[in-house]
Structure formats: structure tokens, C-alpha cells
């Protein structure tokens, strides 16, 4: 996508940070705006990540500005902010392809450019990459600096804390910047702020603030007196006492779209020594009305016309996986008060909006700490309570421990509701939940379970809510379910048996959640009977006795890696029941994929009906 230029003059002079340095400082506020404009129409063209990247768009520049980029490093958190942050470093004009198939990557990514320093996609990990860069740019004594960006809702998670103690301790010069989206700009962040925060950063204060240590270190009861007054004269304006107190010179807060204030104090900040945070107010989705208002609804968009600020009407199709969740914990929820409903941070991608709301007390956002919530719910387990964990596969991962040490290794009868299950599309490799079956399968007292449709979603929901001698998983994908109509009565299943589908001869098709619908179709053509498995774990051990004695081949199917999957579970009862038979394992490679439309990649991955048939046929030859 080409720029016009007579639209951008000055974008247009900004293909790279070298180029943004060479611009006079005056120019920067109407570049802002430029940026902002262009970032407007660019993800309304592409569809993406929307309001956060509007909020960073000052920093961005004053960012590129000040720092020498990619020399000295910049590290995002998540990435959904760095948007702008890829316009300004080489990638502008293929921004109309951003999360699509074969485009640019939807978050910062090491292989895409030099400036994406670190890949990420999880919260929480820019401060423990910084420091470790940090040290190493000392060790380099080359006058690299170190930068990591990072919003206030990563600062819930431990990951964070960790790092910042570490970095206090070890005393590297790094800058962390706190974006703090989720509060307006408040009275005291104007002028006086913006000229204290540049008056703290400068060399005068940061000159008598180091010389007065070493005056008073031989008098260490004046010294200790002075670093109090220092700390309340400091505490009755800015609230750093807690960053301060991890060993990080505290700055701010500063209005974060008052690109002058920001480059004046980052350029003070770039010479001070030791760990520094820089407080910064931002305003999620600023500079376009509708994602001001709903910043939660606007994170993330498909494609739109802004000039009509609506985004465009969905059509009416099947519930989503997430929807049926919302629907099934809702109606359990009026049955029992002991259920308690948790996530981590995800409550209207998880589909627990209604719940939330009608039933508060119940209700438990964890905030961005995913080993919290799960031993959160371990404790509610262990007073009697119903706790369920609404968490996406591959948040899942981060919380691995907890699963094993806190819930699975002392039975407690925890229901994890988990989302993304397999192939998520657009937000690629970090977000695809393609090991859940995998690392889940392994945990002693597990109970997994992995629904082909949404009315038997909900009765494995119900299910897991029944079951009270361990931890239980219902396991299903992103988006749209598949039109089953729902059953509304709850009855739960008899764990661990499957059910067969369609009676074939000689190919059996064990399949393993809602790739069902493909693997029926693609069974028409072999006359292969198929086993709707439903459990991942314990496995239908008869079901799989019976099918092995009366086919020739068995041809697992599952939308999770094949290695350590629910193919290799069959493959492992076969070797212990001492019946050897070829069996095709058919799922997601030993590889990360790849972003682009979920139908696009199954298709790629052939797993959808016609890729299933090839693969078997292939397979007979």
C-alpha cells in the first residue's frame, strides 16, 4: 500500500527511525497525528489489534526519537501496542497485512526485523528480557540502552515482579516505561507534573541527589533521615514508593500524548544510571471516539469503514464455544452457589460477560496471572467450593506447575473450561493451543475431554462439574460451534467412553474433538467407521479393543501436535494390550504455526475433510 504523500508529508519523510531522528522536534506532534491517522485506516483495512497501538502512538515516536534504534533495544510487552512501533520501522507499507497469511506478524517479531528486538505475544516478559540485555550491554561497554515498554495490566503479573526485584538488586542502567492505559488523565498530570518528572530526570537533581549520598554516607543516621524526607517529599506528589522500594529511580507520571514532555524526559532519563521506571497516562484508542468510549470492544476489530465509527454488523450465525461456556456456567451458576467462576484476564473472550454480571460474588478476575488462578482455585477446592477455570490453551501453559503441584497431584476437583483449543488463526504461533492434549495427558488424575460439538460441550461441562475425585478439562476450539441444536437438560457422561459415529469396514477414524464434521465426510469415501472418542483421557480402552480387531487400520485425528497426543495415547494402550496395527496419526505438526485464517491453515495442515482423505489415501499406497 502505497503512501500518498500530499496525506502524510511528514510520515512520508519517516520510513525508518534514522529518518524519524533527522526531523526537527517541532515536526513530532503533527507526525503523531499522522501516525495515528494512518494506523486508523490501516487496521481498518486489515482488521487487528486496534485501540492499544492508538495509545502508544507519542510514545512510539518519542521512543525512535530519543533512542538509537535498533542499536540501543526496545522491548514491547505482548506486542498488541506495537503497531505503531512497526509502521515507523520499515513496515509501513505492507501494514494492510498484518495478521493475514503470509503477512506481517501480528505482535514483535524477531525473525520479521532488526527492531523487533524480543517475540512475544504472552504478558509480562519484556523486564526479564531487558535486564538480561541490560547486563549484557555492560559486559559490551559499547553505550548500548536498554528500553522495555510495558502496559499496567501486565504489572499483575508475577513474572513481573520477579524480574523488577532481580533488577533492583543487580543495579543496570535500564528504562522500564509503565503505559498506564486505564485511567483517564488525571488533574495532577498536566504542567506541574510533566515539569517536575523533567525536573527529577535531569542532572541538577539527579548531580545533588548522588552527591548528597556520598556526603552523608560516613553519617548514616542523617543519611537514613534524608532518604525518608526524600521519599515522603517525593510520595505526596508521585505514587512510586513501591517501585522505589525494588530498587527503580521512580519518574511520573507524565501525560503520555504530550510528545515534548516525553522526549525531554526520556532524553534526561537515557543518562541516568541504575534500573528507572518511567510512569507514563495514556488513553486507550485515543484519537478516535468509539474506541475512547469502549477500549475493551475495540481492542481487537475486523474490518471497518471509520468514517462511519460502527464496526460492521456480525451476521447471525452458530454460538461460539465461548458463548456456550457463558450459557452452561450461567445455568449451573442458578443451581449451585458454590460455583465459582475464574479467569485470568479474559472474561469477554472467555464468554463470561452475563456471568460476571449476574453473579458478582461468584465471580473472580485474576487479573494477567494465570499460575495465580489456577492455585487460586486449587484453595476453593479445598474448602468445598465448585471453582471453574475459564483459561485459553495456550495461557494454560503458563499456569503448568500449578496444574501438576496445586490441583492434579492432590485431587482437588477443579473444571477447567479451556478456550483456543487447536488452530486460533490471526494471532499465529504464540496464541495457537496446539499442546494442551499433549502436556495435560501426562498429569496423573486427569480427566480430559474434548467435545465435537456444542451440546456436547455443555454436557461435558456438566460432567466436570459432577466429577469429584480430580481435576477435570473440557477442551474446545475458537470460534463458531457447529449448529448442533442444544440439549438443555444436563445429564453427565460416563467417563471415558466414545461413541461410534459411522459403522464402516477395514479404516477406523478415532477422532478426537470438533474435527468430527471432516472426518465423517471424509470417511463417506473409504466407507471407514468412525468413533467419536470424546475422551482424551482415561481413553475408551474397549472401544479401542473392538476397533483394532475388526479393521486393518486405525487413523487418529485430533487438532492438537501429534506428538504426545491423543494419537500417541491409542498408539501407548496398543503397545500395552500387545496389539500391534498400523496406525495413522493425523493432527498438527512438529512445527509452530504460522498465523493466517483458521479455515486457511486447517486447510494448509490438512485437516480439513479433503486433507484427512488425502492423508489416508496416501497412507494406503
Same mark, same amino acid.
Given at each position: ?126 523486564? /526479564? ?27 499483575? @503479573? ?16 535500564? #528504562? ?79 501525560? @503520555? ?52 465509527? %460502527?464496526?460492521?454488523? !456480525?451476521?447471525? /450465525?452458530?454460538?461460539?464455544? !465461548? ?26 473472550? /472467555? ?100 467435545? /465435537? ?65 471432516? !472426518? ?21 480402552? %474397549?472401544?479401542?479393543?473392538?476397533? !483394532? ?37 493425523? @493432527? ?11 479455515? %486457511? ?11 484427512? #482423505?488425502?492423508?489416508? %489415501?496416501?497412507? #494406503?499406497?
Amino acid at each position: 500500500m502505497s503512501l500518498d504523500i500530499s496525506q502524510y508529508p511528514v510520515l512520508a519523510q519517516a520510513n525508518t527511525p534514522d529518518e524519524l531522528r533527522l526531523l526537527p522536534q517541532a515536526l513530532l506532534p503533527q507526525l503523531a497525528d499522522e501516525l495515528r491517522s494512518f494506523l486508523l485506516k490501516s487496521v481498518a483495512r486489515s482488521s487487528g489489534h486496534f485501540a492499544s497501538g492508538l495509545g502508544t502512538v507519542e510514545l512510539t515516536v518519542a521512543l525512535h526519537y530519543v533512542y538509537n534504534t535498533p542499536f540501543d533495544r526496545l522491548i514491547w510487552d505482548v506486542g498488541h501496542q506495537a503497531y505503531p512501533h512497526k509502521i515507523l520501522t520499515g513496515r509501513r507499507d505492507r501494514m494492510h497485512t498484518i495478521r493475514q497469511k503470509g503477512g506481517i506478524h501480528p505482535f514483535p517479531w524477531r525473525e520479521e526485523s532488526e527492531y523487533d528486538i524480543f517475540s512475544v505475544g504472552h504478558s509480562g516478559t519484556s523486564i /526479564s528480557a531487558a535486564l538480561a540485555m541490560a547486563v549484557a550491554a555492560e559486559k559490551e561497554q559499547a553505550g548500548r540502552k536498554v528500553v522495555a515498554v510495558i502496559g499496567d495490566g501486565a504489572m499483575t @503479573g508475577g513474572m513481573v515482579f520477579e524480574a523488577m526485584n532481580h533488577a533492583g538488586d543487580l543495579h543496570n542502567d535500564m #528504562l522500564v516505561v509503565l503505559n498506564d492505559n486505564e485511567m483517564s488523565i488525571s488533574e495532577n498530570v498536566g504542567a506541574l507534573n510533566n515539569h517536575l518528572a523533567q525536573l527529577m530526570s535531569g542532572r541538577l537533581y539527579t548531580t545533588i541527589r548522588e552527591g548528597s549520598k556520598k556526603v552523608l554516607q560516613g553519617m548514616p543516621v542523617i543519611k537514613e533521615m534524608a532518604k525518608r524526607t526524600e521519599e515522603h517529599l517525593k510520595g505526596m506528589v508521585v505514587p512510586g514508593t513501591m517501585f522505589e522500594e525494588l530498587g527503580f529511580n521512580y519518574i511520573g507520571p507524565i501525560d @503520555g500524548h504530550d510528545i515534548d514532555a516525553l522526549v525531554e524526559t526520556m532524553r534526561n532519563m537515557r543518562n541516568l544510571s541504575g534500573p528507572q521506571i518511567l510512569h507514563i497516562m495514556t488513553k486507550k484508542g485515543r484519537g478516535y471516539e468509539p474506541a475512547e468510549k469502549d477500549p475493551i470492544g475495540w481492542h481487537a476489530v475486523p474490518k471497518f469503514d471509520p468514517s462511519t465509527f %460502527e464496526k460492521p454488523a !456480525s451476521k447471525p /450465525s452458530n454460538p461460539t464455544f !465461548s458463548q456456550v461456556f457463558g450459557k452452561w456456567l450461567c445455568d449451573i451458576s442458578e443451581q449451585d452457589d458454590k460455583v465459582l467462576g475464574i479467569t485470568p484476564a479474559m472474561r469477554e473472550g /472467555s464468554g463470561m460477560v452475563e456471568f460476571s454480571q449476574r453473579f458478582p460474588k461468584q465471580y473472580f478476575d485474576a487479573a494477567i496471572a494465570e499460575q495465580h488462578a489456577v492455585t487460586l482455585a486449587a484453595g476453593f477446592a479445598c474448602e468445598g467450593l465448585k471453582p471453574v477455570v475459564a483459561i485459553y490453551s495456550t495461557f494454560l501453559q503458563r499456569g503448568y506447575d500449578q496444574l501438576i503441584h496445586d490441583v492434579a497431584l492432590q485431587k482437588l476437583p477443579v473444571l477447567f473450561a479451556i478456550d483456543r483449543g487447536g488452530i486460533v488463526g490471526a494471532d499465529g504461533p504464540t496464541h495457537q493451543g496446539a499442546f494442551d492434549l499433549s502436556f495435560m495427558r501426562t498429569i496423573p488424575n486427569m480427566v480430559i475431554m474434548a467435545p /465435537s460439538d456444542e451440546n456436547e460441550c455443555r454436557q461435558m461441562l456438566y460432567t466436570g462439574y459432577c466429577y469429584k475425585d480430580g481435576p477435570t478439562a473440557v477442551r474446545y476450539p475458537r470460534g463458531s460451534a457447529t449448529g448442533e441444536p442444544q440439549v438443555e437438560e444436563m445429564t453427565a457422561l460416563p467417563i471415558g467412553k466414545g461413541l461410534i459415529k459411522r459403522q464402516g469396514t477395514k479404516i477406523a477414524i478415532l477422532n478426537f474433538g470438533t474435527l468430527l464434521a471432516n !472426518s465423517l465426510i471424509a470417511a463417506e469415501s473409504l466407507d471407514a467407521t468412525v468413533a467419536d472418542m470424546r475422551f482424551v483421557k482415561p481413553l475408551d480402552i %474397549e472401544l479401542i479393543k473392538q476397533l !483394532s480387531d475388526s479393521h486393518d487400520l486405525l487413523v487418529t485425528v485430533e487438532e492438537n501436535a501429534i506428538m504426545g497426543g491423543a494419537g500417541s495415547g491409542v498408539l501407548e494402550e496398543l503397545q500395552r494390550l500387545k496389539r500391534p496395527m498400523p496406525v495413522l496419526q493425523i @493432527g498438527l505438526p512438529d512445527e509452530f504455526i504460522k498465523h493466517g485464517e483458521q479455515k %486457511e491453515i486447517l486447510a494448509d495442515l490438512r485437516l480439513d475433510s479433503a486433507g484427512i #482423505l488425502a492423508q489416508i %489415501e496416501e497412507y #494406503l499406497k
